[in-house]
């Protein structure tokens, strides 16, 4: 374990000067860039907006946090507080987090290498006047709640912020190619090492490293992974689902938007809340068993967001297939 020479003062003068407002919004942010909050951001591009633009920041968003993980368990930084025995009364997160993170490390912040290849990227594929305003104001807000709630120091977003600068440059520079490989695999091959590889890597990473709720994360972003994977390229033949929507007012655009988001949302809560009380229930999280059914608990959450709620959509009028 490293204990790196970051600057705890900025933090505890975040700590003294906090507010009951900005704590709730700062909180809203750190959640934004929780694993929840990507999942519905992502869902909603994809049901609402674009299917490929979603598919493409979800895996530059899995590289990056996979990377992220690897970082913080070579650098093992601690977190601000930990070692002090102080984070529980200084920290402004959820009681149910608290332990959690406290397990987990400092240095890179993931919120903040997360946001930066998340919204980055989808700038780049928008790359539009909104994109343009908004997106460095998510990347900055998502980063600075870190600090401000306690739980990061400050030079850890910035290098978070820059590693995750330069993954993007990285996969904009070879996504061509990465894409005219995935037009060229043999789909059940890929299918297949999408399981495979993933389960390996989680069980070398347990039995290397611990199977533990600081690589609990790491398991979340195997089973997206998977999940993406099969689903992708089921996707087309068995849906082909259209986002768009053909020329209707304003409001009824608005209407089948809310009841895109209420129903499937409700359906996806399903595998995501279900699963989980049913798996907790079997097996201890924190266990080779926990981290598969966890994996698999993710690959089933992604597989209904992809393929079983557009069927619903188009099943229900709520939207047409691709022609």
Same mark, same amino acid.
């Given at each position: 374990?490293?204990?790196?020479?970051?600057?705890?003062?900025?933090?505890?003068?975040?700590?003294?000067?906090?507010?009951?407002?900005?704590?709730? /919004?700062?909180?809203?942010?750190?959640?934004?860039?929780?694993? @929840?909050?990507?999942?519905? +951001?992502?869902?909603? /591009?994809?049901? #609402?907006?674009?299917?490929?633009?979603?598919?493409?920041?979800?895996?530059?968003?899995?590289?990056? *946090?996979?990377?992220?993980?690897?970082?913080?368990?070579?650098?093992?930084?601690?977190?601000?507080? +930990?070692?002090?025995?102080?984070?529980?009364?200084?920290?402004?997160?959820?009681?149910?987090?608290?332990?959690?993170?406290?397990?987990?490390?400092?240095?890179?912040?993931?919120?903040?290498?997360?946001?930066?290849?998340?919204?980055?990227?989808?700038?780049?594929?928008?790359?539009?006047? /909104?994109?343009?305003?908004?997106?460095?104001?998510?990347?900055?807000?998502? &980063?600075?709640?870190?600090?401000?709630?306690?739980?990061?120091? *400050?030079?850890? /977003?910035?290098?978070?912020?820059?590693?995750?600068?330069?993954?993007?440059?990285?996969? &904009?520079?070879?996504?061509?190619?990465?894409?005219?490989?995935?037009?060229?695999?043999?789909?059940?091959?890929?299918?297949? @090492?999408?399981?495979?590889?993933?389960?390996?890597?989680?069980?070398?990473?347990?039995?290397?490293?611990?199977?533990?709720?600081?690589?609990?994360?790491?398991?979340? #972003?195997?089973?997206?992974?998977?999940?993406?994977?099969?689903?992708?390229?089921?996707?087309?033949? #068995?849906?082909?689902?259209?986002?768009?929507?053909?020329?209707?007012?304003?409001?009824?655009?608005? =209407?089948?938007?809310?009841?895109?988001?209420?129903?499937?949302?409700?359906?996806?809560?399903?595998?995501?809340? &279900? @699963?989980?009380?049913?798996?907790?229930? #079997?097996?201890?999280?924190?266990?080779?068993? &926990?981290?598969?059914?966890?994996?698999?608990?993710?690959?089933?959450?992604?597989?209904?967001?992809?393929?079983?709620?557009?069927?619903?959509?188009?099943? =229900?009028?709520?939207?047409?297939?691709?022609?």
């Amino acid at each position: 374990m490293v204990d790196l020479p970051w600057n705890i003062n900025i933090i505890d003068w975040l700590l003294q000067n906090r507010t009951d407002i900005l704590t709730n /919004i700062f909180l809203f942010f750190t959640f934004l860039g929780d694993s @929840l909050g990507y999942i519905i +951001v992502v869902i909603t /591009i994809y049901w #609402l907006y674009d299917k490929k633009v979603a598919i493409k920041v979800t895996f530059a968003l899995i590289l990056s *946090l996979i990377f992220n993980q690897i970082l913080k368990n070579i650098i093992q930084n601690p977190r601000p507080y +930990v070692n002090e025995n102080t984070y529980d009364e200084n920290w402004a997160i959820s009681e149910n987090d608290i332990e959690e993170t406290a397990h987990s490390f400092s240095t890179p912040s993931g919120h903040a290498q997360g946001s930066m290849t998340f919204w980055h990227y989808f700038h780049k594929q928008i790359n539009s006047k /909104i994109t343009r305003i908004f997106t460095p104001i998510i990347i900055f807000l998502i &980063g600075f709640s870190r600090p401000y709630l306690g739980v990061h120091y *400050l030079e850890d /977003i910035i290098l978070g912020w820059i590693i995750g600068y330069i993954i993007v440059i990285i996969i &904009g520079k070879y996504e061509i190619t990465i894409a005219s490989k995935w037009d060229n695999a043999n789909v059940l091959y890929v299918r297949v @090492l999408s399981i495979i590889v993933p389960i390996l890597f989680i069980l070398t990473l347990g039995f290397t490293s611990g199977f533990e709720t600081k690589n609990s994360t790491i398991v979340t #972003l195997a089973g997206v992974f998977s999940g993406l994977v099969i689903s992708i390229t089921l996707e087309q033949k #068995l849906v082909n689902f259209n986002p768009a929507l053909s020329s209707i007012s304003l409001t009824k655009r608005i =209407l089948n938007y809310i009841m895109r988001l209420a129903l499937g949302f409700a359906v996806l809560s399903i595998p995501l809340f &279900g @699963l989980d009380t049913l798996f907790s229930s #079997l097996v201890d999280d924190n266990s080779i068993l &926990g981290f598969l059914f966890r994996w698999l608990r993710y690959s089933i959450v992604t597989f209904f967001g992809i393929i079983v709620v557009p069927i619903l959509f188009i099943k =229900l009028g709520l939207s047409d297939q691709s022609k």
